[in-house]
């Protein structure tokens, strides 16, 4: 079956690193996002990685995915106040176009 | 360049009305999407179009239904309107049925009370 597994909480002080963790289930998926949810808003795409890949990074995100565990995570270098936001992975399914997204982890950043 | 643009942003409905939602994808993309994330969980993927045509059905009941126009925007319908829809509902836009790239709206927020 299709699932995708977060923890659901995580705090961290300004200017460490944040480590957000996910599990999904789907091998065959092509493409795994993060995506970014601030309080009423919608969806903000933060990085996606390519299945053939190991590590993408992107200014302070770093993603790491482990195929063969099937895990998926994102590191934020240097938090900020700025950053705290719920983040959710989501994978691409092999049946055209469909997302399917974890229940999304909540990043508290205490100043 | 606009974005994906939704309207309503907000409404109320009573149990068993009707609720018709609006989605303009960025312009050049012809696929759009639309999920349900109902309060403190993920979204939940319920339809995709492409060309007009449906490409991807979710489990959600037949109460819910969709179309795309030839201008590639999109609505959402839902009929007997349900306590347990109430839900942010949102629509993403991407070039192609099975592109990379999907550019989420802001939602529209529906209450049914």
């Known amino acids: 079956g299709e699932d995708v597994e977060q923890s659901l909480f995580l705090s961290v002080r300004e200017g460490d690193s944040s480590v957000i963790n996910c599990t999904y289930t789907?091998?065959?998926?092509?493409?795994l996002y993060w995506y970014k949810q601030e309080p009423g808003a919608g969806l903000q795409l933060l990085t996606y990685?390519?299945?053939?890949?190991d590590m993408k990074q992107d200014q302070r995100l770093t993603v790491l995915l482990n195929k063969k565990d099937k895990h998926l995570s994102l590191r934020i270098a240097d938090t900020q106040t700025g950053d705290s936001a719920i983040y959710f992975c989501a994978e691409k399914s092999n049946q055209g176009g469909k997302l399917i997204f974890g229940q999304g982890t909540e990043l508290s950043v205490k100043p | 360049d606009a974005g994906v643009t939704q309207s309503p942003t907000h409404l109320i409905k009573t149990r068993g009305q009707q609720v018709t939602l609006r989605c303009s994808p960025i312009?050049?993309?012809?696929?759009v999407s639309w999920y349900q994330q109902v309060l403190g969980q993920g979204p939940q993927f319920i339809f995709q179009?492409?060309?007009?045509?449906?490409?991807g059905r979710g489990n959600f009941p037949d109460r819910f239904s969709a179309r795309q126009f030839p201008n590639y925007s999109s609505e959402l319908n839902v009929n007997a309107l349900l306590l347990g829809d109430s839900a942010l509902y949102l629509c993403?836009?991407?070039?192609?049925?099975?592109?990379?790239?999907?550019?989420f709206g802001s939602g529209t927020r529906l209450t049914v009370v």
């Open positions: 312009s050049g993309h012809k696929s």
């Open positions: 789907d091998s065959s998926s092509t493409y």
């Open positions: 993403a836009s991407s070039l192609v049925v099975a592109d990379y790239g999907y550019t």
């Open positions: 990685i390519f299945s053939n890949m």
């Open positions: 179009y492409y060309e007009k045509e449906e490409r």
